[in-house]
Antibody
């Protein structure tokens, strides 16, 4: 069965960086793109970007351009999301989510989601 | 790219049917059948309920159905049950540089 297991909660100071991991299992890792989505406390879902686990190409939401870096390690079937220059507004739960194979495009909406990683930014 | 527009809240009594709308533009909802719906209980990750406008993944109750007309997609929950109380989000592929856009979210309350 498909599983996406994310790293644990993080507490960071403003200006620092955070790197969240997402380990995939139960399917061919390189066959499906992976989204990163975040959700601030009490707020809705916000798309951050997407990575192709096969070639490593990425596309980021304009809002995060210059601050976010998505990478992958095919040897461990893991994708990573690093966000730098953290500020209090970045406090949120960060999710990885696999692009659904039901769609005939590579970047469609997701099906399976990780359990989420809470990142708290506080001085 | 703005979020897709959903009503903030919808409520219904057990056994009733409710419908949640999701309004976008011709660049997202109206232009493609790449619309999904998610259910999210407090403290949990979103769960896929509908994909490609109207298809249910295996294991999702047939009380959930989806449709689309023009720039608006809809999720209908029939035979409302207490366990359906949750937040619901639509999402769509978009032809803008933001490849994926989500709805503003709807809180469903079972009275």
């Amino acid at each position: 069965q498909v599983q996406l297991v994310q790293s644990g909660a993080e507490v960071k100071k403003p200006g620092a960086s955070v790197k969240v991991s997402c380990k995939a299992s139960g399917y061919t890792f390189t066959s499906y793109y992976m989204h990163w989505v975040r959700q601030a406390p009490g707020q809705g879902l916000e798309w951050m970007g997407i990575i192709n686990p096969s070639g490593g190409s990425t596309s980021y939401a304009q809002k995060f351009q210059g601050r976010v870096t998505m990478t992958r390690d095919t040897s461990t079937s893991t994708v990573y999301m690093e966000l730098s220059s953290l500020r209090s507004e970045d406090t949120a739960v960060y999710y990885c989510a696999r692009v659904s194979p039901h769609y005939d495009i590579l970047t469609g909406p997701p099906d399976y989601w990780g359990q989420g990683t809470l990142v708290t930014v506080s001085s | 790219q703005s979020a897709l527009t959903q009503p903030a809240s919808v409520s219904g009594s057990p056994g009733q049917s409710i419908t949640i709308s999701c309004t976008g533009t011709s660049s997202d909802v109206g232009g493609y059948n790449y619309v999904s719906w998610y259910q999210q209980h407090p403290g949990k990750a979103p769960k896929l309920m509908i994909y490609e406008v109207s298809n249910r993944p295996s294991g999702v109750s047939n009380r959930f159905s989806g449709s689309k007309s023009g720039n608006t997609a809809s999720l209908t929950i029939s035979g409302l049950q207490a366990e359906d109380e949750a937040d619901y989000y639509c999402s769509s592929y978009t032809s803008s540089s933001t490849l994926l856009v989500f709805g503003t979210g709807t809180k469903v309350t079972v009275l």
